[in-house]
C-alpha cells in the first residue's frame, strides 16, 4: 500500500478511476437546439424533493449553457450505447458533438431533448449551483423521469475504460435503510 501527499491531479484522477461510475449523457437546449455532453459525475442528494447533482468542469462548452438555461436532462446510458458516450466526450468522429452526435432524441415532458435508448432519463431545474474547484455543482430539481423496466446493462466506466458486466448476481442489501 502506497500513501501520498503533495500529488497531482493525475494521481488524484488514477485513485478515484478505481470508483465504478455510470455513464450519462447531460443534455439542454440552446436556442431550441439539442447540446449534450458525457458525464459520470452524477448522484442523487435528497428524496423529498427529489434532487440530483452533477458537476461539470467549468471550461466545458455545455456549463455555460445550463447557466442559461437553467436546465438540464441526464440520460443514463445502457451498454450498447459507447459510441454516444465517446461522441459527446469529444472524439473526434462524424457526425460530431456539433450536430448532436447525430442522435435520436425526443422532446421530453418538459421539452429538454432524452435520447433514443437511454435505460433512465431524468428532466431538471436547476434550484442551486455551487462553484467548488474547477467545477460548478448543479443541482436539479427532478420533474419528470422515466426507466425502462426491461432494458440492456447500463454503460459503466472504471479506470479511464468502459467496464461490462459479463456475469451478475443480486443479492439483497443485509442492512437497514434508515429514514
Known amino acids: 500500500m502506497s500513501v501520498e501527499i503533495g500529488f497531482d491531479s493525475e494521481v488524484f484522477?488514477?485513485?478515484?478511476?478505481?470508483?465504478?461510475?455510470?455513464?450519462?449523457?447531460?443534455?439542454t437546449l440552446e436556442d431550441g437546439q439539442p447540446q449534450g455532453i458525457t458525464v459520470n459525475a452524477l448522484s442523487s442528494v435528497s428524496l423529498e424533493p427529489p434532487l440530483v447533482m452533477v458537476a461539470l468542469d467549468r471550461r466545458r462548452y455545455i456549463?455555460?449553457?445550463?447557466?442559461?438555461?437553467?436546465?438540464?436532462?441526464?440520460?443514463v446510458l445502457g451498454e450498447h450505447q459507447q459510441a454516444l458516450a465517446d461522441c459527446f466526450a469529444g472524439a473526434p468522429v462524424e457526425p460530431g458533438r456539433e450536430l448532436f452526435c447525430g442522435a435520436a432524441w425526443r422532446p421530453g415532458q418538459t421539452g429538454l431533448p432524452l435520447l433514443d435508448g437511454a435505460i433512465a432519463t431524468l428532466e431538471c431545474t436547476v434550484v442551486g449551483v455551487h462553484p467548488i474547484g474547477d467545477h460548478d455543482v448543479f443541482i436539479g430539481r427532478v420533474e419528470a423521469l422515466h426507466n425502462?423496466?426491461?432494458?440492456?446493462?447500463?454503460?459503466?466506466?472504471?479506470?479511464?475504460?468502459?467496464?461490462r458486466v459479463e456475469r451478475s448476481e443480486s443479492i439483497a442489501v443485509e442492512g437497514r435503510q434508515e429514514g
Open 13 to 27: 484522477r488514477k485513485v478515484m478511476g478505481h470508483f465504478v461510475t455510470g455513464v450519462t449523457v447531460v443534455t
Open 148 to 163: 425502462e423496466e426491461h432494458h440492456p446493462q447500463p454503460l459503466l466506466y472504471y479506470r479511464r475504460r468502459y467496464l
Open 63 to 75: 456549463t455555460p449553457k445550463i447557466h442559461v438555461a437553467g436546465r438540464f436532462a441526464v440520460n
